[in-house]
T-cell receptor, first 114, second 112 residues
Framework: GQQLNQSPQSMFIQEGEDVSMNCTSS?????WLWYKQDPGEGPVLLIA?????ELTSNGRLTAQFGITRKDSFLNISASIPSDVGIYFC??????????????FGTGTRLKVLA | EAQVTQNPRYLITVTGKKLTVTCSQN?????MSWYRQDPGLGLRQIYY???????DKGDVPEGYKVSRKEKRNFPLILESPSPNQTSLYFC???????????FGQGTRLTVV
């Protein structure tokens, strides 16, 4: 089945640094989603991307929909301690006409050192 | 307040003892789903439901059952839990065709 691989798997960074992570797929996605999971909570949607090449920002976060439609990137600028958590990419898959399911990536765990 | 509510938050049980994890949403969403989260594997979809009385298998449905008798509720049933079902479980809901899924706070299940 479809899989989404994220890298890096985890990262430690200093407060104030910029962060980059990516998500790759073996097949094409028409929508890319980025979620963040705070410790002890469920994931929350950060950014949704709908078109190849699209670049979308949400505060200090910027995400890009790769032009091949098989990858997506998330950047965080000037990281702060509350950026700590797990970042997931996700996309919808359409197993049959009229139905869809979500495929989530393996996650990137971010830890910020003050 | 718009929310997805799961119960219980924590559960320790023994192998083979049937259990149900409840999920309820107050947003009138058509789409509901269950996931399990395991280290290094991310979130994997167990079952999903496009609407009342419509359910489909996700990527890891073995050992689980679901039902969707009402729009707001989507319980996850483990008829005979086994230790490999020890995991963190999330329920989520969304409007049909809208990609912003709302997640519950999770249920940490341990099967001994």
């Amino acid at each position: 089945g479809q899989q989404l691989n994220q890298s890096p798997q985890s990262m430690f960074i200093q407060e104030g640094e910029d962060v980059s992570m990516n998500c790759t797929s073996s097949s094409i996605f028409n929508t890319w989603l980025w979620y963040k999971q705070d410790p002890g909570e469920g994931p929350v949607l950060l950014i949704a991307l709908y078109k190849a090449g699209e670049l979308t920002s949400n505060g200090r976060l910027t995400a890009q929909f790769g032009i091949t439609r098989k990858d997506s990137f998330l950047n965080i600028s000037a990281s702060i301690p509350s950026d700590v958590g797990i970042y997931f990419c996700a996309g919808p898959s359409f197993p049959t006409s009229g139905t869809y399911k979500y495929i989530f990536g393996t996650g990137t765990r971010l830890k910020v050192l003050a | 307040e718009a929310q997805v509510t799961q119960n219980p938050r924590y559960l320790i049980t023994v192998t083979g003892k049937k259990l149900t994890v409840t999920c309820s949403q107050n947003m009138n969403h058509e789409y509901m789903s269950w996931y399990r989260q395991d280290p290094g594997l991310g979130l994997r979809q167990i079952y999903y439901s496009m609407n009342v009385e419509v359910t489909d298998k996700g990527d890891v449905p073995e050992g689980y059952k679901v039902s969707r008798k009402e729009k707001r509720n989507f319980p996850l049933i483990l008829e005979s839990p086994s230790p490999n079902q020890t995991s963190l479980y999330f329920c989520a809901s969304s409007r049909r065709g809208a990609w912003d899924a709302f997640f519950g706070q999770g249920t940490r299940l341990t099967v001994v």
